[in-house]
């Protein structure tokens, strides 16, 4: 397997989930402003949407769409334990968690890296995702992951756009549960590998 990744953005959740998961993959780096490869090759014929994650299987295959990958990978390595059964409740919930981090978070932050949008705009857009981070502050008052007490897909999700805060100039610091959770999550050592390998870490 090959991701196709440009470092801190939301393919750093399936990097992470492919580190916990333990399986053989490579990675490729990607320009989003030009669409290409580090090292030649046109993005847009992996994902003509031109955006990161992409994952190329070894037949060839393209899987494009973060929420949806992370589960692919997760399947690959049931004993890892990265999500539940599928067709279970519980794989259900997991599957709401990612779509919550995707439409309410995810989508949230995307107006604040847009130079074009007015600060007025952003404003609103900040006073949205501080309503979703304090839910997510309670949250964590009684769970040391999303779905409870283990670790899986939608934390390295979670975990992913939390790093955003700091671009975007959202002070977090208040919400002590959702601080010492993006805490916990950056110190697995699946997580730091991910990042060394994006050169988030030095």
Request: net charge positive.
């Amino acid at each position: 397997m090959k991701l196709y990744y440009a470092p801190g953005a939301c393919s750093l959740s399936p990097h992470i989930v492919l580190q916990e998961s333990g399986l053989k993959h490579t990675v490729a780096k990607t320009n989003l402003k030009d669409k290409t490869i580090d090292g030649g090759g046109d993005f847009k014929s992996k994902n003509p949407h031109g955006y990161v994650p992409a994952l190329e299987l070894d037949d060839g295959t393209i899987l494009t769409e973060g929420p949806a990958i992370v589960q692919y990978i997760a399947d690959k390595a049931p004993e890892k334990k990265l999500a539940p059964a599928a067709g279970s409740l519980d794989r259900v919930k997991m599957q709401g968690w990612l779509n919550f981090v995707s439409s309410e978070l995810h989508k949230g932050f995307s107006p604040l890296f847009n130079p074009a949008m007015p600060e007025e705009a952003k404003k609103l857009f900040r006073e949205k995702l501080m309503t979703r981070f304090e839910a997510l502050d309670k949250h964590f008052g009684h769970n040391q992951f999303i779905t409870g007490d283990t670790f899986s897909v939608p934390d390295a999700y979670l975990f992913t756009v939390l790093n955003w805060t700091k671009p975007t100039n959202m002070d977090i610091s208040s919400f002590k549960n959702l601080t010492a959770y993006h805490a916990r999550i950056g110190a697995r050592p699946a997580v730091q590998a991910a990042m060394k390998a994006e050169g988030l870490l030095k």
